[in-house]
């Protein structure tokens, strides 16, 4: 278990940009892949955005592609979801987690240690 804290949501315009952060605190962040996921009201949680244990590997959510991304500093146990071109569907509460399995990409393995997420609004 890695105790994740996710930052950075908030109120935004249509067309607009906001980048999260999610920090580790304590244990190995930087031998895990980890993830974005996200929580619109009244659907399932749904993924969005992972990236290899290294920094390598990165793999999105075709909704996403193309304007969301993900990065990492392994040196300050953090990852990141850089989103431009923010859209209404977009909104949601953001989640990050990390990949079970040790030196992985994340397309293996189940996420978990789930953050308390980070509300992200964007208005029409």
């Known amino acids: 278990q890695v105790p994740l804290v996710e930052s950075g949501g908030g109120l935004v315009q249509a067309g607009g940009s906001l980048r999260l952060s999610c920090a580790a605190s304590g244990g190995p962040f930087s031998s895990y892949a980890m993830g974005w996921f996200r929580q619109a009201p009244g659907k399932e949680r749904e993924f969005v955005a992972r990236?290899?244990?290294?920094?390598?590997?990165?793999y999105y959510a075709d909704s996403v592609k193309g304007r969301f991304t993900i990065s990492r500093d392994n040196a300050k146990n953090t990852v990141y979801l850089q989103m431009n071109s923010l859209k209404p569907e977009d909104t949601a509460v953001y989640y990050c987690?990390?990949?079970?399995?040790?030196?992985?990409?994340?397309?293996?393995?189940?996420?978990?240690?789930w953050g308390q997420g980070t509300q992200v609004t964007v208005s029409s």
């Open positions: 990236i290899g244990w290294l920094g390598l590997t990165t």
């Open positions: 987690a990390a990949n079970s399995e040790l030196y992985g990409q994340g397309d293996k393995g189940d996420f978990g240690s």
